[in-house]
């Protein structure tokens, strides 16, 4: 069977492990319109994927599932057991540890470093088995669908263009996936995208020797400036290889805006002045970080709804981002994407390949899924004050209580998003009042901020 995955992300190259190690009966063909995350240059340039990813043992059970990948890819990231929360009173960093079991960490790792742990161990896998055949060609684009004919256009780095044609199409091409723009030409395909009013940037700075390997740091301001509402700002400083950080920050904006700083952030300096007085006590970027940080164009953060993730003729799929694009609120993205790849690949061993069945059988199941956890994502973070405060202090007792009684109370959401055997489905069953309660209050939230807004603007005419 002649399978082409678009996308050699996480999930585009997951899939292509899943279905070399199972059988000799697929030809796997990958294409990403991006340079080889192994050459340097690439790593070096690529400053929109050097973000950190976590993996729990959700995403990890995944990756332990294939021989030699999970060694491969924990030898790239960083053991986090602990998260630092400081504490301007004590003028400290308090520590809190994730599990006492020694086998529940989270791994970071940074996505590019990610994808090369993948496409190492999927080369030595086909090197391994040369009666299966997997062929990755990188700066190709695909460029256009032909869904009826199964023919794919794709332009390569040279501009020659390339034709493909296949038996199974995989879109594993990121949120903004060109293979589910095909899918709206189809009748009964439903498709919603809504951008986050969130932005984020990415720096990454060498580790000051008071910042621990093994732990995240989390830091969170509300930033007020006169006349406007208040904006929250959150981050984490996350260890990676080599003795750096990762910070990681987001805050409220338009994510139409094509430059942008968190209110307040007018200089380079003040950007140097906040992290060291403010986010990160004990860290100082340098002139050049602190002008790099500046200039960085924000990016912005989009969730994506599809009815369904397959075609009608049953021969085209979505798989991670490019089904469910969700905000990295709850960490998920790329584990839910894993979790697809299990889906399908199960499903085509079941169904010995059928694919008309085997897609209807995948996308009933998984939009299933890619629906509570992008609602689990989007309606599991209060923006008024004290609903935010009664949630934290709800799942603080909910932990303790699960603990002493467990099968009598569930266990907080973190523990249970971390739990490969328990669906998003479930959990956001579970969740479903606080679902229900967050919605509602973010909505008053948002319309009491509008219309002070709206009072503010006419007092000043
Ligand atoms: C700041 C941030 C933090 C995150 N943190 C976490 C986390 O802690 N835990 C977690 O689980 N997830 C996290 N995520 C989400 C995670 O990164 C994504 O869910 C994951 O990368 C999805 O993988 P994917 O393979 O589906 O898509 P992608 O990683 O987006 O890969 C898609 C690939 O398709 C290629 N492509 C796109 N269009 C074309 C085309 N036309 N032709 C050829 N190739 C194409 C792209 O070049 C890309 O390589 C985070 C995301 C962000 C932005």
Same mark, same amino acid.
């Given at each position: ?16 492990? %899943?279905?070399? =190690? ?15 995350? %192994?050459?340097?240059?690439?790593? =070096? ?67 590019? /470093? ?14 391994? /088995? ?43 091409? &990121?949120? /903004? ?8 030409? $189809? ?40 006349? $406007? ?30 430059? &942008? ?52 003729? &049953? $021969?085209?799929?979505?798989? &991670?981002?490019? =089904? ?12 839910? =994407? ?124």
């Amino acid at each position: 069977m002649q399978v082409v995955i678009i996308g050699a992300g996480p999930a585009g190259l997951l899939l292509a492990h %899943r279905l070399l =190690a199972r059988s000799p009966h697929y030809q796997i063909t990958i294409y990403d319109q991006r340079s080889d995350p %192994r050459l340097a240059d690439s790593l =070096a340039n690529s400053s929109d994927r050097a973000f950190v990813i976590s993996l729990t043992e959700r995403g990890q059970a995944h990756l332990k599932a294939i021989d030699g990948l999970w060694p491969a890819v924990r030898q790239r990231g960083m053991v986090i057991r602990q998260t630092g929360v400081y504490s301007p009173k004590n003028k400290q960093w308090k520590t809190f540890q994730r599990s006492s079991d020694p086998d529940k960490f989270s791994l970071l790792i940074n996505r590019n /470093h990610l994808c090369i742990a993948l496409l190492e161990t999927l080369e030595q896998c086909s090197e391994k /088995h040369p009666d299966r055949s997997v062929k990755i060609v990188f700066n190709a684009t695909c460029r256009d669908i032909n869904l009826r004919q199964r023919q794919l256009t794709l332009i390569d780095a040279e501009q020659q263009i390339l034709r493909q044609s296949y038996d199974l199409l995989v879109g594993a091409d &990121g949120v /903004h996936s060109g293979v589910r723009n095909a899918f709206l030409k $189809q009748p009964g395909f439903d498709f919603q995208q809504s951008y986050f009013n969130a932005v984020w940037k990415v720096l990454h700075v060498p580790r000051p020797a008071e910042f621990s390997s093994d732990t995240s740091y989390f830091f969170r301001q509300t930033l007020s400036l006169p006349g $406007q509402p208040p904006n929250q700002f959150s981050g984490a400083a996350i260890p990676e290889l080599d003795d750096r950080l990762c910070v990681l920050m987001f805050w409220q904006q338009a994510s139409d805006c094509a430059i &942008g700083n968190p209110p307040g952030i007018t200089s380079p300096q003040d950007f140097q002045k906040q992290m060291a007085e403010q986010w990160l006590p004990g860290l100082t970027i340098d002139d050049a970080m602190a002008q790099a940080l500046f200039d960085q164009r924000p990016s912005s953060i989009v969730e994506t709804r599809c009815s369904r993730y397959h075609d009608t003729p &049953g $021969q085209a799929v979505l798989i &991670g981002d490019a =089904a469910h694009g969700m905000s990295s609120a709850l960490a998920q993205g790329c584990q839910a =994407a894993f979790a697809d790849v299990i889906a399908l690949d199960c499903l085509l061993q079941s169904e010995a390949d059928h694919l008309p069945t085997v897609l209807s059988q995948y996308s009933a199941q998984q939009v299933k899924e890619g629906h509570a956890i992008t609602d689990l994502n989007a309606h599991l973070r209060p923006q008024a004050k004290g609903l935010s405060l009664l949630f934290n202090i709800a799942m603080g007792l909910q932990s303790k209580l699960s603990r002493w009684f467990p099968g009598w109370v569930s266990p907080p959401l973190f523990a249970l998003l971390a739990q490969p055997e328990i669906s998003y489905a479930e959990i956001a069953h579970r969740f479903r009042f606080w679902i229900h309660l967050i919605r509602w209050s973010n909505q008053q939230h948002q319309s009491r901020v509008e219309s002070r807004l709206e009072a503010r603007a006419q007092s000043q005419c």
